[in-house]
Structure formats: structure tokens, C-alpha cells
């Protein structure tokens, strides 16, 4: 508590006025990390991240500065010094403090270090025991709590304890030459109850079993066609070929196509895209965001018409709006950036079932892979990691080796059938060397002509 009362004192000493920002950010975080690879223990350890940052924002100048383990007096110092930089100072009413807990039902730090290894491991023998042509697995386990204190110039004062999870498992089957892989992951901001939902077993399971299918799946010719996306696939498309485009930053950089679109048709009709942090136990939730600001759904594209952008405290005082609570950093090190958090196009009314019956050939894309985008143009590619032949409206063999390509305004102008499901995958976004928890979201959609890549 000493150390955020000295962030109090501080921001006073910072405050620039109505015309800009000032706040003071404290983290204390645990981390435990796990990572078992060609059934070694390659990583088993427990670490420990202390230390604040102070900014101040005013016009086109920014300040920011940072200290690890710092004293309350190492606190007023550093204020002392950044206004003597030319930081003017005002008054600062604080507010009375909120206090948010993590709300985890069992809480990470409820296992023991062996514990989580002994756990990753039965996600490693669950995976090589689901197919005899599994020959390699990885494990990735990661989890934190996190402890923020904050307090900005306009007296906001906040202590929120964050639990978050995270797992992945990636399994390599082989057949001679041919070598495919699977891959799964699960995480939220929760506890140790995850694994009641997901459990590793059942991860693992699925992460071999897709990795063993693909060994018989034949290489398809690419081409335009119709494309089906599962919900099950998750929300890739929508976090890259449209999320990034409608942070605050990159738009007023004018590296976003969408930078003079508000208001004007990006989507179909039937195509509502949302970013909601307050979703609970979501990878990318919180109750507020890094800069101390309450989260809520905001509606980025509403019946495929734009409405507006994910907003920093910093980029919506450049803008002279509102945060909408997507001021995020990766720790006290680094700045706040507007970030996507839960990204997600919401169901339509459309029976997933018919989608497909209704579709005479074409692709059924069931796990995305890896991809990326330009924001500047809204191009984008990604790699299918599962994907299925339809003929005649039914889903037939695998394939493998695709992609899928196209531009983000293009595509999502095309669609043409929203189901009624909804689908979500988790991960880590980068951005500027800063990585956040993420998870994104769709209904089964079809698009009914995009460039697949496969085979010549």
C-alpha cells in the first residue's frame, strides 16, 4: 500500500491538466513455467516480476519511465526528476480505492511445482499413448498471478489481483517422410479449474489424433472456391484480418485500411463483430484494463456497418474521446497499447448443419494455423491446420498442405451464411515487442469464394 500511495504522490506531482494523462502502474507477479519436449524436462521453474512505471502524456510528448523493486522514496524521486523534465503539475482528487480479487476457484498457486510438472506430463503420455505414429511431443504450461496497483489523474485508485492459465500441447506423427503435427492449446484468466473443463488428457488426445489423421490426408489442388468455417476453428480471421485494423494506434498511424471507414460498410449485413474483456474467465478478460479503466463490450462492426475503434486512455485523449478499456501492456516495462482482448463475430441464425448441406463443394476448415496481415491494405494468409473436402453438401476426406487468402473488407463483404454457434480459441497476440492473452471468436461462416492455396 506505501508504494501506491507514493504512485499517488507522484501522479499528483505529474498531473498535466485537463489536456493529457498521468498514472502510476505497480505490478508484483508470480510465474510458473513448465516445458516438457521428447519426453525431458526442459523448463521447471518459478519466477517473480516486481517493479512500476510512471507516465505522463500531454500534445505529442510522452514520458515514461520505470523501476524495479523500487522504495517509496525511489518512487518520489523518479516523479521529482520527469517533472523537472517539464511535467506541469495539478491538482488530483482521488477517488476511494477498488479492490478487485481474481475470482479463481482454485487458484494456481494451489499446486506445488512438481505438482504442475507431474500434470504436464500426463498431458505428454495421454498424447503418445492417443497413436502408435506419434513420435515427438511438446508441452507448453504457463501461469501467473499478478498483482496491479494503479492511480491515474483522474483519480482512479486500484489494486486487482489477475489468475491466469495457459497450455498447449503440440504432437509431431510420422510416417516414413511424411511428418504432420497437431496442435492444441487452453487457457483463461482463471484457476486450476480449467482442467475440470478441459482436461489435459483429453487435450493431449485430441492434439495426437489430429497430428496422426493428417498422415493419411491427400494434398489438394488449390483455387477459388467456397469455404466453410467451422466454429470450432476459432476466431483467427476476425483477430487478424480485422482486430489489428481497428486498433486506435495503428489507424492514426494510417497504417489501417479501415482508417476513413466509421460509418460505412465493411461486413455483410448479417456480420456483427464485438471486443469484450468482461467476458468471465475468458483468455483475454479482465475486470479493468492497464491503465485502470472499467471493462465492456465494444462493438466494433455492427450489421457489417463500422462503428469505431479500440481505444487507449493515450489514444482517445489524442482523439478527444473515451478509453474503451483497451489500454493494455505486457508488464511494468512497457506502455500501454490499444489491444484486442476477447475479439468475436457474434452467431447468426443460420443451422450449422444446413451451412454445409447447402454447400455443393468446397473446403471445411475445421483448425487454423498461423497467419498474418497487413494492415495497411487488409491482405492476409493464413495456414489451414485441418481441413476437410465437401462434396455434394457432405464433409468428406482430409486434406492438407493450404491456405487461405484474401483481403479482410473483401472477404467479410462476401459472407453469406452466419451460424447460430459460436466457437472460441485462445493465444498470445504481439505487438511492438509486447505479448497479450487473447482469445477470438466466431460462428461456422461461409465465404463463398476465397483463394485457397494448395498444390499446383
Known amino acids: 500500500m506505501k508504494r501506491l500511495e507514493a504512485g499517488m504522490a507522484a501522479v499528483a506531482l505529474l498531473s498535466p491538466g485537463p489536456a493529457g494523462l498521468a498514472d502510476f502502474f505497480d505490478e508484483q507477479s508470480k510465474h510458473t513455467s513448465v516445458l516438457i519436449e521428447d519426453g525431458r524436462v526442459e523448463t521447471a521453474a518459478e519466477s517473480m516480476t516486481d517493479g512500476i512505471s510512471l507516465r505522463v502524456h500531454g500534445g505529442e510528448l510522452t514520458r515514461f519511465a520505470n523501476l524495479t523493486c523500487p522504495s517509496p522514496a525511489d518512487i518520489a524521486r523518479l516523479a521529482s526528476q520527469m ?38 506430463r500426463l498431458a505428454e503420455e495421454a498424447a503418445r499413448k492417443a497413436h502408435p505414429s506419434i513420435v515427438q511431443v511438446t508441452v507448453n504450461y504457463h501461469d501467473q ?51 475440470e473443463v478441459e482436461p489435459v488428457v483429453e487435450l493431449a488426445r485430441r492434439a495426437a489424433l489430429r497430428a496422426a489423421s493428417l498422415l493419411t490426408a491427400r494434398r489438394a489442388r488449390g ?31 494510417g497504417q489501417s485500411i479501415y482508417k476513413e471507414m466509421i460509418g460505412a460498410p465493411v461486413a455483410a449485413e448479417t456480420i ?16 479493468f484494463d492497464d491503465e485502470g479503466v472499467k471493462s465492456s463490450p465494444t462493438v466494433l462492426i455492427d450489421k457489417g456497418i463500422l462503428t469505431g475503434w479500440l481505444h487507449s486512455r493515450q489514444t482517445a485523449a489524442d482523439e478527444g474521446g473515451e478509453s474503451t478499456g483497451n489500454g493494455r501492456r505486457e508488464s511494468y516495462l512497457s ?11 457474434m452467431p447468426g441464425s443460420d443451422d450449422p448443419a444446413a451451412i454445409i448441406k447447402d454447400t455443393h463443394s ?55 451464411r452466419v451460424g447460430s454457434d459460436q466457437g472460441f480459441g485462445v493465444g498470445t497476440c504481439g505487438k511492438d515487442g509486447q505479448g497479450a492473452p487473447v482469445s477470438d471468436a466466431q460462428p461456422t461462416i461461409r465465404i463463398p469464394r476465397i483463394l485457397v492455396g494448395g498444390e499446383v
Open 83 to 120: 517533472k523537472n523534465a517539464g511535467a506541469p503539475g495539478g491538482p488530483v482528487l482521488f477517488n476511494e480505492l477498488v479492490k478487485i480479487g481474481h475470482g479463481a476457484a482454485k487458484p494456481v498457486d494451489s499446486l506445488d511445482l512438481p505438482a504442475k510438472v507431474a500434470l504436464c
Open 145 to 195: 498471478l499478478r498483482l496491479v496497483g494503479l492511480a491515474t489523474e483522474s483519480g482512479m485508485v486500484l489494486e486487482q489481483l489477475q489468475s491466469a492459465l495457459f497450455i498447449s500441447v503440440l504432437a509431431v506423427a510420422a510416417d516414413g517422410d511424411n511428418v504432420q503435427t497437431g496442435y492444441e492449446s487452453a487457457g483463461g484468466s482463471l484457476g486450476l479449474e480449467l482442467f
Open 223 to 253: 483455387g477459388v472456391m467456397p469455404v466453410v468455417l467451422a466454429a470450432e476453428a476459432g476466431g483467427t480471421m476476425v483477430h487478424e484480418a480485422v482486430g489489428h485494423g481497428l486498433e486506435a494506434d495503428l489507424v492514426a498511424q
Open 272 to 287: 456483427t463483430v464485438i471486443d469484450d474483456p468482461s467476458l468471465p474467465g475468458k483468455r483475454g478478460s479482465y475486470a
Open 335 to 345: 506502455p500501454p497499447l490499444p489491444r484486442m482482448s476477447n475479439t468475436m463475430i
Open 362 to 416: 468446397g473446403l471445411y476448415v475445421t483448425r487454423m494455423g498461423g497467419g498474418e496481415v497487413n494492415t495497411l491494405t487488409g491482405e492476409f494468409v493464413f495456414e489451414v491446420a485441418e481441413g476437410y473436402l465437401i462434396e455434394n453438401g457432405v464433409v468428406c476426406e482430409p486434406l492438407r498442405g493450404l491456405t487461405m487468402a484474401g483481403n479482410g473488407p473483401e472477404v467479410l463483404s462476401t459472407i453469406d
